[in-house]
Every structure is written in structure tokens, then in C-alpha cells.
């Protein structure tokens, strides 16, 4: 489904050139919950930000389905952030402005011009609703994110990945800023989610990832270390 | 459509925005103020200026006139686009009033009453004999006196509030007019005592045409006596101008393009005769371009003016700018989640844009209102300043206006609204642009690492 081939990445830092990925390779398949772990700064997060075209590689090629993402126009680019991906970040990044509900049918206002969100609104709050209910926030749908927990906050960032229903799910250490009964319950989310068929990339510090992820690699100065297979 | 909704939650929901909404709405009041008062006293002056002038004149600033401007009037009188033409000697005089040691330089004007109300706005600018023209040189104390209507300032002081006291009657006052009359060579005529020709006559009414320099230094007299007294009265009779008013359908330029064929038919027809190189100095000119002198210092005004707001225009870009700058600093998360999801950079710009365009159309609009609101209520909050500070934005005892101009006129109106749209979204559009072109994992990530 989604391949990264000899995939090189580095940042200025004042005078300083760092070198975050050295030619890294992976592949990842449909229906499958991958697990990337490594210490900080080891580029996980660099990683999953150019598989999910948020970022762009100095050199190397990423290839979705087969097309590779560096060939792609603006439009496409951003149909694929709209259709084929869905975020989850660490630090939930939700809309203050907008509710628990507006948040999590966001992607399917943004894919739409005017009159299409019209026609289709109906659905997308049906949808909105039951991806909410399914998370347990029903609740909450005209709930402001600040007036949410962070592990509420979170399954709302987890609704709004799923509301284009995404081939691609990719998670950057989405519970790096939860307690541990929370994070249990985001994980266990994720672990449902590709249950049912989801494919997952998953960022992670979080020891327990290994008992829920099916493959785990380990990125270690740019580069994969270790390749483990859980489950 | 959650371009709208973000818009009008931004702008509902950051405090910040009101500031903008806040600036945007202090500079186009200030500007709608100004710019109605400014083109209320300007639209205000060129109205008083029609009036005192009539459509069109044909004439000479020659101090000795023209001939033959019996036959010209003749036929100008026969023409369908004109209603009303009136013969005047204009000169400069000394005038002393009787019985003081005062003597004052001033301009005479010698018409005959009632062809000259016809034309212009001279009836309208009598107090005493407003309803009976022909008599505004009749003096109510003693009709057999010859009778001058002397402009309001030479005659009346004005009070705090721009009025002036008038008695039920003109009070009886003989005024010593001297003027040195020309020949039509343009020498000094020898008549009466020495080189000056003087006649004494009878303050009948006051004119007040609402022009400063008009009210102060202009004596209208009878025309014939004026005439005797410029020296231009005997075999070829002189005047200074005619004044023209046009029949209501006929167009400014077009009367004045037409009377201008007639005159130079006319001074060809008369090229030969005794007096003919006298026609030569005589111009056909509308209103505006003959009291050109007055009105474009008045336009220069209304231009600086324009050009002092085209300035505060764009501080209003500079400050939505700013504050634009602010919040899409403050915003640069909200905008790495739009780009996440898929949101394209162009959808970025109309996304702020359209925010700059509410803040635009809602500070304009409250702008609009409160300088309207303030407008109506003008004169009555001059009115307050006054009886409470003894403050008056204008003095009326030295400037000759009644209320403050508040007529709003919406097609500028239209432009200051538009104006500060525009400003809106030309001061949100760097900012807006700046944010789009952010990659969304620069705004999302602490660490890049």
C-alpha cells in the first residue's frame, strides 16, 4: 500500500546541519498496524509526516497505491491529505472555534465546495454523530475542545481521522500526553480500529504499543535498527 | 463553507478582531464626517456662487466695459434656450457713509432689480424687499431717495450663533459713493469735482448671498446711475457684463457653447463700428469658470482634504495589517490543521481574506452609522459645546455659514465603505498569503525532530 524508499531528510539548526533520516526504507501493508519506535530525535516523527505528505523528503520517493507522492500536483496532494490519510496528532490539535461535532466533520467540509457540503451535510453530521458515538462522546458533540479531558480531546482528533473513512491512518504519539488508563483506552481504540480493517502507522514512546502494533521497527540515527513482529 | 463558519467564528470569538473591527469603524467615521461636512460647505459655496452669478456671463473685467450691449442683449433675448439675460456695471468705489469720517473701498454693482432677480439670486438675498423686487431701491423711509442695497457685512455684525439683527426697517443712512469714471479709450473721464464722480445714496435693503467676500465689500446700485457715475453712459453706451440664465432643460456647457456663437457672430457683425476694439476684451464664461478664482481654492481644500484621508486609508491598512499579522501568528496552528486535512493554500487566503471582509463590512458598517448618527446630530452637539464650553468649530461672527453641512451623500458613502473594504482586505492579504505558504508541519510540530 504505501512504500518509502531510500528516504533521506535533514534540518539546519543554526550553523549545524542535522541529519535526521539516512536513506531509510520501508514498506507498509494494507490492514496492517505498524509501530515505529526509536529514541528522541531518532525521526519517527519526520518520518510519518512525509509518508503522510505533511513534509517532503530531500531525496527518495514515497509511493502510494503506486504512485509516487513527490509526482503529485498541489490538488492531488491535498485530495490525498483530504481522502487517503487521517492525522492523529500528540497534541490532539483541534479547533478551538469550532465544536466537538464541526471538528470531526471538518475533513468532509474542507474536501467540499459550498454547495457540495450543502448536499451532503445531512450525512456528514449522521456520520460525524455516529463516529462520536462510537467513541463514547456523543455527549459531547456541541462541547468546545478546552471544555474536553485530554483523552476526550484525543478520540475527537481519532473522529476527525476517520471521517473521509481513510486508507491510512498514521498517529504521531497520540498518547505521549495522556495518563495511562487514558492511553490504554486510546490504544485499545486503535487496536479496534484495525480489528475492523484499518490500516495504522503509529508513532510511539509508549512501551504498551508493542502488545497491540503487528510490526514494530526501531529507528535508530536515521535509519531502521530492528524490525519486530508482535501480536 | 467552513471558510464562512471560521471566518465568522474568528471574528465573533478573538478579541483581538474587535480592535481591528474598532479601527476600521474610527477611520471611516472620522472620514464620513469630514468628507460630508467638506463637500456639504464645498457643494454649499458653488450653490451660493450659481446663484449670485446666474448661468453663464458675457463681459469683460475691463473697468471699461463694452458697447453695444443693448443690440447683443436683443439678441440673446431672442434666443429659445435663454430665460433671462441682466445688464451690469461692475466698478470699484469708495463709499462713506454720512455724517462719519469712514471711507471704504468697495465693488459696485449697477443693476436693474427686477432682470437681474430673473437671472440670479438677488431677489432671494433681500431682507426687506424679498417680496417686492422692484422696490429694492426704493427706500421705505422715503421713496423719492435714490436707494443702494448694501451687502450685509458693510451694514450688520453677526452674533455668536451667525445671526444678525435686523430692524423692522432699514434705518435711514445716506452712503457718498466716488468712482472714477473712464472714457472709452480707458482715461480718467474729467466729471463733477476734479477726476471722481459722487452721488449720494439711501440705504434701502441688504443683500446676503452666504459669500464672505461678496457680503462685505458689494454695493449693488441702479443701473442706469451706475453707468453715469462709471462713465459709461452718452452716445455709446458701456456695461461690464450680461448676466444669462439658461431655460431649465438646456445643459451648463451646451448654453454657454451656444452663446459664445452668438457673441462672435455678433462682434464679427460689428467689427467695423466706433467702439468695436472694445469687443475684443469680452469673454463668454459659465459660472464656474468666473468665479474660478474663488471656488478652486475652495476645490484645493476639498483635495488636500481628500488626499489627508487617502492617508488615513492607509493607516487602516497598516492597523488591519497588524492586527492581521497577530492573529495569524496566533492562528499558524489553526492553519497547519487546515493544510493536514487537506485545505489548499488558496483556500487558506480566501479563508483570512473573507475574515478581512467581515471585519471590513462590520467596521465600515458601524463607521457608517455613528458618523451618520453624529452628522444628524451635529449642529445640536455644536449647539451643546457651545452653551456648555462656549466652543464653536467654526466661528460664525468671522465665517459666513449658518448650520454645518450634514446632508450624506451615499454615493460617497458608497466609496468610503468600499474604501475600507478594500483597505481590509489589501492589509489582511500579505499576512493571509504568508500563512498559506506555511508547511503545515512547520506550524504543527514543536520540534522538528
Do not use: C, Y
Given at each position: 500500500m504505501l512504500e518509502a524508499e531510500g528516504l533521506y531528510k535533514s534540518y539546519r539548526m543554526g550553523e549545524a546541519e542535522v541529519s535526521v533520516l539516512k536513506g531509510l526504507d520501508l514498506e507498509v501493508n494494507r490492514g496492517e498496524f505498524l509501530a515505529i519506535v526509536g529514541a528522541s530525535g531518532s525521526g519517527k516523527s519526520t518520518l510519518l509526516h512525509i509518508l503522510g505528505a505533511l513534509d517532503r523528503p530531500d531525496k527518495g520517493v514515497v509511493r502510494f497505491e503506486g504512485r509516487e507522492l513527490s509526482r503529485m500536483t498541489y490538488g492531488e496532494l491535498n485530495r490525498f491529505r483530504n481522502k487517503m490519510v487521517g492525522f492523529v496528532f500528540q497534541f490532539y490539535h483541534l479547533l478551538d472555534e469550532l465544536s466537538v461535532l464541526e471538528n470531526v466533520f471538518l475533513p468532509a467540509m474542507a474536501g467540499r465546495s459550498t454547495f457540495g457540503w450543502l448536499s451532503c451535510r445531512r450525512w456528514a453530521k449522521r456520520r460525524g454523530m455516529e463516529l462520536l458515538s462510537r467513541l463514547g462522546l456523543s455527549d459531547r458533540a456541541e462541547h468546545k475542545p478546552y471544555q474536553l479531558s485530554g483523552g476526550e480531546r484525543q478520540r475527537v482528533a481519532i473522529g476527525r481521522a476517520l471521517m473521509n473513512e481513510p486508507q491510512l491512518l498514521l498517529a504521531d504519539e497520540p498518547t505521549g500526553n495522556l495518563d495511562s488508563a487514558t492511553g490504554n483506552a486510546i490504544l485499545k481504540i486503535f487496536e479496534e480500529l484495525n480489528t475492523a480493517g484499518q490500516t495504522i502507522v503509529m508513532v510511539s514512546?509508549?512501551?504498551?504499543?508493542g502488545q497491540k502494533a503487528g510490526r514494530i521497527i526501531t529507528l535508530a540515527d536515521g535509519r531502521i535498527e530492528q524490525k519486530n513482529t508482535s501480536g | 463553507m467552513y471558510k464562512i463558519i471560521l471566518a465568522l467564528r474568528y471574528l465573533l470569538r478573538r478579541r483581538i478582531t474587535y480592535f481591528a473591527v474598532l479601527a476600521v469603524a474610527l477611520c471611516v467615521f472620522i472620514v464620513v464626517v469630514v468628507m460630508t461636512v467638506m463637500t456639504g460647505l464645498v457643494r454649499d459655496f458653488k450653490q451660493k456662487n450659481h446663484q449670485f452669478v446666474g448661468d453663464c456671463v458675457v463681459g469683460t473685467e475691463s473697468l471699461v466695459g463694452f458697447a453695444y450691449y443693448e443690440d447683443f442683449m436683443n439678441m440673446l433675448e431672442g434666443a429659445?434656450?435663454?430665460e433671462g439675460v441682466s445688464p451690469v456695471i461692475k466698478n470699484y468705489a469708495l463709499l462713506n457713509p454720512m455724517g462719519t469720517e469712514r471711507t471704504i473701498g468697495v465693488e459696485i454693482m449697477g443693476i436693474d432689480p427686477v432682470r437681474h432677480s430673473r437671472v440670479s439670486g438677488f431677489g432671494s438675498m433681500l431682507h426687506y424687499r424679498k417680496d417686492d423686487v422692484s422696490k429694492a431701491f426704493v427706500p421705505s423711509y422715503d421713496s423719492n431717495l435714490p436707494g443702494c442695497v448694501i451687502g450685509i457685512d458693510l451694514v450688520l455684525s453677526r452674533d455668536s450663533d451667525g445671526r444678525y439683527y435686523y430692524g423692522a426697517a432699514p434705518i435711514e443712512m445716506g452712503v457718498a459713493v466716488s468712482c472714477f469714471p473712464l472714457t472709452a479709450k480707458g482715461s480718467l473721464a474729467k466729471a463733477g469735482a476734479g477726476l471722481v464722480n459722487t452721488k449720494t445714496f439711501y440705504y434701502s435693503d441688504t443683500s446676503h448671498s452666504g459669500l464672505a467676500r461678496v457680503d462685505s465689500s458689494l454695493v449693488y446700485l441702479p443701473f442706469e446711475e451706475s453707468q453715469v457715475l462709471c462713465g459709461?453712459?452718452?452716445?455709446d453706451k458701456r456695461a461690464s457684463w450680461l448676466h444669462i440664465k439658461f431655460k431649465p432643460n438646456v445643459k451648463l456647457e451646451d448654453g454657454c457653447k451656444q452663446v459664445a456663437l452668438l457673441w462672435r457672430k455678433f462682434a464679427e457683425e460689428r467689427?467695423?463700428?466706433?467702439?468695436?476694439?472694445?469687443?475684443?476684451?469680452v469673454v463668454v464664461q459659465s459660472w464656474k469658470d468666473y468665479r474660478r478664482a474663488f471656488i478652486a481654492a475652495m476645490e484645493k481644500e476639498q483635495t488636500m482634504m481628500t488626499v489627508m484621508f487617502a492617508l488615513v486609508g492607509l493607516t487602516t491598512v497598516f492597523i488591519v495589517f497588524v492586527v492581521f499579522y497577530m492573529i495569524v501568528s496566533h492562528k499558524s496552528k489553526d492553519i497547519g490543521i487546515l493544510k493536514s486535512i487537506g485545505v489548499s493554500n488558496r483556500d487558506i487566503i480566501r479563508l483570512f481574506s473573507g475574515f478581512s471582509f467581515l471585519v471590513g463590512v462590520l467596521g465600515s458598517g458601524v463607521g457608517v452609522i455613528c458618523g451618520w448618527v453624529f452628522l444628524l446630530r451635529i449642529n445640536q452637539i455644536e449647539d451643546w459645546l457651545y452653551e456648555q464650553f462656549k466652543f464653536q468649530l467654526w466661528d460664525r461672527t468671522i465665517y459666513?455659514?449658518?448650520?454645518?453641512?450634514?446632508?450624506?451623500e451615499f454615493s460617497v458613502l458608497a466609496v468610503i465603505v468600499l474604501s475600507a473594504i478594500v483597505a481590509c482586505l489589501a492589509g489582511a492579504f500579505v499576512p493571509s498569503w504568508q500563512a498559506a505558504r506555511l508547511e503545515p508541519v512547520e506550524t504543527l510540530q514543536v520540534s522538528r525532530l
Open positions: 514512546h509508549d512501551e504498551r504499543i | 429659445d434656450f435663454i459709461m453712459s452718452g452716445r467689427s467695423g463700428e466706433r467702439q468695436a476694439e472694445l469687443l475684443s476684451t459666513v455659514i449658518g448650520d454645518i453641512p450634514n446632508q450624506v
